[in-house]
C-alpha cells in the first residue's frame, strides 16, 4: 500500500500510457476525442475530463467506454485541481487494481483555459504515478479561425502549443475568404516558430494511430520556454507541495466563467434569435459558448450548441437527453463581459416564449426563420 491506501500491483508492469489533450477555448478537443474513442485503438481508454464553471457539460457530450470517466469540475488543473488531478489518478489505480475497473490507456481533456505546464510537471515528477503512468504525450488543438487572435490574447494558448507533440488544425473548412487564408498561413507561421517539432495535422488526418505512443514525453526537445516553465512549477511545487490554491496570476482577471438554465421549452426560432442577438452585441467577448437545450418543436431531442467568438456553428441534434437533468443549459466564458448582459437578456426571451405569453406566436410561426440556419 501506498501511504495514500493506493494498492502497489504485484510484480512488474509496463506504466499506463497517459494522454493529455489541451487546446484553448472552442478549439475542438471534446469533437476530436469523440472522434477517437470511436477508435477500437481506444477500447479500454479511462477519459478524464476537466471542465470550467458551475455547470458541467463536456462529459455529457463525450462518447464512454466502459463508463471510465472522471469528471473535474469547477476549476483548473493548473492551480485549484492540481490536488483533485493527482487523486483521480490514484483512485483509477486503486480500481484498477482492486479489479473494479479495466483500462490501459488514460486521455486526459483539460479545460481551454489551462495552463499545460504546472499539469506535466506533476504527471513527470510525482514520485507515486511516475511509477505507474508515462506521460505518451501532448496534443494540442488549435483553431483555424480564431488560433492567431487566440495566441495574441492569451498566454495560455500559447504554452498549449509551445508543449505539444502533436497540434490539430480544426475548423479549415471555414477558411473561406482570402482575408481567412492569409490569417491561416499567419498562423501556421506562428505554430512553426512556438513548436517547431511537433507533427502538425489536419483534423481529418488526426487518427489515433497519428496521435498516440508519441513516446515518453521529453522537454528537451521543445524549446527553451518551455523548459524554463516546467522548472518553474517544478520550483513552486518544491517550494509549496500542498499548495493547490488559485493562482490569481495564471489567469487573466478580465475572464468570466457562468451559466444559466430554464425548464421552459424554447421555440427555435426564439433561440436563435437570442443567439444572433448575442453573437452580434458581444462576439468578440465570447471565448466559448456551448449549451443543451430543450426546443419546444422537439423536447425530447435536446440541440447541442458551440460558439466562440461570432462564429456559431450548426447545432447538432442529440437522440435522446444525455442525463436525467432535462432543464436548458448554457455555459459561457467571456472575458469583460458582465454575466447580466447576457443572463438577462436570455431571461427575457424565454419570459416572452412562455406558453401564456403568445405576443411572439407570429414571429415564432414564421417560416423564414427556421431553426438550424445560424451563419457558420
Not at 25 to 39: E, P, Q, Y
Not at 132 to 161: P, W
Not at 281 to 294: E, S, T
Request: hydrophobic share 45%.
Amino acid at each position: 500500500m501506498t501511504g495514500d491506501g493506493a494498492t502497489r500491483p504485484q510484480g512488474p508492469a509496463e506504466p499506463i500510457p497517459l494522454t493529455v489533450l489541451t487546446g484553448f477555448l472552442g478549439a475542438g478537443k471534446s469533437t476530436l476525442l469523440n472522434r477517437l474513442l470511436d477508435d477500437p485503438a481506444l477500447a479500454g481508454t479511462a477519459v478524464i475530463i476537466n471542465e470550467f464553471g458551475e455547470i458541467g457539460l463536456d462529459h455529457l457530450l463525450v462518447k464512454t467506454i466502459d463508463d471510465n470517466m472522471v469528471l473535474l469540475q469547477s476549476g483548473c488543473l493548473c492551480c485549484t485541481l492540481r490536488g483533485d488531478l493527482v487523486a483521480a489518478l490514484e483512485n483509477l489505480l486503486r480500481d484498477l487494481d482492486n479489479g473494479r475497473v479495466s483500462f490501459h490507456r488514460v486521455v486526459l481533456e483539460t479545460t481551454g483555459l489551462a495552463d499545460p505546464a504546472p499539469l506535466l510537471q506533476t504527471a513527470m515528477a510525482h514520485p507515486y504515478l511516475v511509477m505507474r503512468y508515462r506521460l505518451d504525450g501532448v496534443i494540442t488543438v488549435v483553431d483555424a479561425i480564431n488560433g492567431g487572435t487566440t495566441l495574441d490574447q492569451n498566454m495560455e494558448s500559447v504554452k498549449q502549443v509551445a508543449v505539444a507533440d502533436r497540434l490539430v488544425l480544426t475548423k479549415r473548412d471555414l477558411v473561406d475568404s482570402a482575408d481567412r487564408r492569409d490569417a491561416l498561413a499567419s498562423l501556421l507561421a506562428r505554430l512553426r516558430t512556438l513548436n517547431p517539432a511537433a507533427q502538425l495535422l489536419d483534423a481529418n488526418e488526426a487518427t489515433a494511430e497519428a496521435l498516440l505512443n508519441c513516446g515518453l514525453y521529453d522537454p528537451t526537445r521543445k524549446t527553451p520556454d518551455v523548459r524554463r516553465w516546467l522548472a518553474d512549477e517544478a520550483y513552486a511545487a518544491a517550494a509549496h507541495p500542498h499548495a493547490h490554491h488559485h493562482d490569481v496570476n495564471r489567469h487573466d482577471a478580465r475572464i468570466r466563467a457562468f451559466t444559466f438554465a430554464t425548464d421552459v421549452p424554447i421555440p427555435g426560432a426564439v433561440f436563435e434569435m437570442f443567439i444572433d442577438l448575442v453573437r452580434s452585441l458581444h462576439g468578440p467577448k465570447l471565448l466559448r459558448l456551448k449549451g443543451i437545450v430543450k426546443i419546444a418543436e422537439s423536447p425530447d431531442q435536446p440541440l447541442v450548441i458551440h460558439g466562440v467568438q461570432h462564429v456559431m456553428h450548426p447545432p447538432a441534434r442529440l437522440e435522446c437527453w444525455p442525463d436525467s437533468d432535462r432543464r436548458s443549459r448554457i455555459v459561457v466564458i467571456a472575458r469583460d463581459l458582465a454575466p447580466e448582459a447576457i443572463t438577462k437578456l436570455f431571461d427575457a426571451f424565454v419570459q416572452r416564449a412562455a406558453p401564456d405569453r403568445p405576443d411572439m406566436a407570429g414571429l415564432i410561426d414564421n417560416p423564414l426563420i427556421p431553426f438550424g440556419g445560424i451563419d457558420r
